[in-house]
């Protein structure tokens, strides 16, 4: 568990792993970033309260780099991974094991389930899990189980982990993308079931989203520059739909009233996309989801359009840092 000022939720998703129903051992190895709240005293509360729970360091705060320390300090076969604001849904472990040995799967996992506590934070959640705010992503809408390209988190033989060094600390995002990439490439198996679900908290401000999706698109960039053919349409519609509206309004400011056409299209869909997103919650909830499909489409979006090079040429040059055999 890879955790950075988590204060809010550490408590309450460390509990979750804890109370699954698992026959077998279990442990729960905490990778603290500097944190900038109480995240080390409630981890460290954690360990005082449960032997089963132990801390490592990551200096560094890069997500990578706290997963590769954390099951570098890990002893059992199979690996799962858990975000600090990650709660995991009742049998969770044990449905991923049964399913990993009926399906000889290197990696499992499933939904996304995005849950907010507020009416922002609901409003993002109902944009995640809709069509047209992630697009046909398995793990954000759901779906049959079946082979897919990459999965929420996952759920790894560890042998698998050590064969491929880990995860790629160059990547500071989209490391699960390119970890899974890499472990297709080799002929392992990424497997998605419907039936393991991981609740989300959402980023709580306009802000954070916008920071996150930009940092998404980016560093999807990057995959695609580090893994040529890795890329598909679907990744390529934000980029595709910031460009459009950018031109579109230029043209319009500069004379051409048609180019407001597509600007203006694209509010409309996202109103309308925005309403059957929004059944069920409060109005103010359903107020917010326009803006936070906007916020990740165009985020994501600018990010792709503005990943620097040199990034790319970073990670080509780096090594990947090794996972050592089981204890």
């Known amino acids: 568990m890879p955790v950075l000022n988590e204060e809010r939720h550490l408590r309450d998703s460390v509990q979750r792993i804890l109370r699954q129903e698992y026959n077998g051992e279990l442990e729960v190895v905490i990778a603290l970033g500097p944190s900038e709240d109480r995240t080390d ?42 975000d600090g604001h990650g709660l995991l849904s009742p049998g969770y472990i044990a449905t991923a094991v049964r399913l990993m040995k009926e399906t000889g799967a290197a990696n499992v996992g499933g939904t996304m389930h995005a849950e907010g506590e507020n009416d922002w934070e609901r409003a993002v959640a109902a944009a995640m899990t809709s069509r047209i705010g992630v697009g046909n992503a398995a793990f954000h809408t759901g779906g049959e189980a079946g082979e897919a390209e990459t999965v929420y988190l996952g759920v790894f033989r560890r042998e698998v982990l050590e064969q491929q060094g880990g995860y790629n600390e160059e990547f500071i995002r989209a490391q699960d993308w390119e970890l899974n990439f890499r472990i297709r490439e080799a002929g392992g198996l990424i497997w998605f079931s419907p039936e393991l679900r991981v609740v989300y908290r959402p980023r709580p401000s306009v802000r954070a989203l916008a920071k996150q999706y930009r940092n998404y698109g980016r560093w999807r960039h990057v995959v ?104």
């Open 224 to 327: 695609a520059r580090y893994h040529p053919g890795s890329i598909n349409l679907r990744y390529l519609a934000p980029p595709v739909a910031v460009c459009a509206i950018t031109l579109g309004t230029a043209a319009g400011l500069a004379g051409l009233p048609l180019g407001f056409v597509v600007p203006g299209g694209y509010l409309a869909a996202v109103v309308l996309g925005s309403l059957p997103a929004g059944k069920g919650l409060p109005l103010k909830s359903r107020a917010w989801i326009p803006v936070a499909l906007a916020t990740m489409h165009m985020s994501w979006g600018w990010g792709f359009l503005t990943s620097p090079r040199k990034l790319a040429r970073k990670v080509i040059a780096s090594r990947r840092a090794p996972v050592p055999a089981t204890r």
């Open 41 to 82: 005293e409630i981890a460290a509360e954690l360990v005082a309260e449960d032997s089963r729970v132990h801390t490592v360091a990551n200096p560094s705060g890069r997500t990578p780099a706290a997963l590769n320390a954390a099951i570098t300090a890990s002893r059992h076969p199979v690996v799962v991974r858990v």
